[in-house]
């Protein structure tokens, strides 16, 4: 089954653990990219990756790092992580056009006390 | 940088009736347009898009949206909503560079 998998779904730590979310796509797509979801906001780009060693930033990337060393997978870092990043994440993956339907995970819920 | 309006926060509508959510872009250039829907504890799946050709799009579930460049909007409607209608719709513009920028949402709710 064609699917993007992210884990943990749920998370709650504290401030400055450092923590890692993963995210699996087995589409073979180029394009991934992660999200955070928030009341009022809705969903606002974080970084994305265009293939392998290649990422960017979007529009909210302070905070966190990622990492694209394979084309199945792209974790996202929060190294020092603050309350201010309790959010809803998305990670999401596509062929790689802009044009191209994006196919989200099923969501990761992190809480940092 | 492209951005995205949704006007309307929250929708109610009667089972049966149709319904509309607007969408408002702002970019430059001819816009990627796009409409996604989240159920309750879901992630995003998208029901229809738009780049170029008929400006009357239609997408899964009984949905369609209509692009008018004169008024940078991207509506989207469906003629008769079921129960399972109710989630959260977001509309999203994207431009050559990647990016993809989403709107903060509507929450339809569908009452009996």
């Known amino acids: 089954e064609a699917q993007v998998t992210q884990n943990p779904r749920y998370l709650i730590t504290v401030t400055g653990k450092k923590l890692t979310v993963t995210c699996s796509q087995n589409m073979n797509h180029e394009y991934m990219s992660w999200y955070r979801q928030d009341p009022g906001l809705g969903l606002r780009q974080i970084y994305y990756s265009m293939n392998v060693e290649v990422t960017d930033k979007g529009d909210v990337p302070e905070g966190y790092k990622v990492s694209r060393k394979e084309k199945r997978n792209f974790p996202l870092i929060l190294e020092s992580p603050s309350p201010n990043q309790t959010s809803l994440y998305f990670c999401?993956?596509?062929?790689?056009?802009?044009?191209?339907?994006?196919?989200f995970g099923p969501g990761t819920r992190l809480t940092v006390l | 940088a492209q951005s995205v309006t949704q006007p309307d926060i929250h929708i109610t509508v009667s089972e049966g009736a149709s319904l509309e959510l607007r969408c408002n872009y702002s970019y430059g250039a001819t816009p990627y347009l796009f409409w996604y829907v989240q159920s309750p504890g879901q992630g995003l799946q998208l029901l229809l898009k738009y780049f170029s050709g008929d400006t009357l799009v239609q997408g899964i579930k009984g949905f369609e949206a209509e692009f008018k460049r004169s008024q940078s909007s991207f509506n989207l409607r469906k003629p008769s909503v079921h129960w399972s209608d109710a989630a959260e719709y977001f509309c999203?513009?994207?431009?050559?560079?990647?990016?993809?920028?989403f709107g903060a949402g509507t929450t339809v709710t569908v009452r009996a």
């Open positions: 999401a993956s596509s062929l790689g056009r802009t044009t191209d339907t994006q196919y």
């Open positions: 999203a513009v994207g431009a050559n560079d990647y990016k993809l920028s």
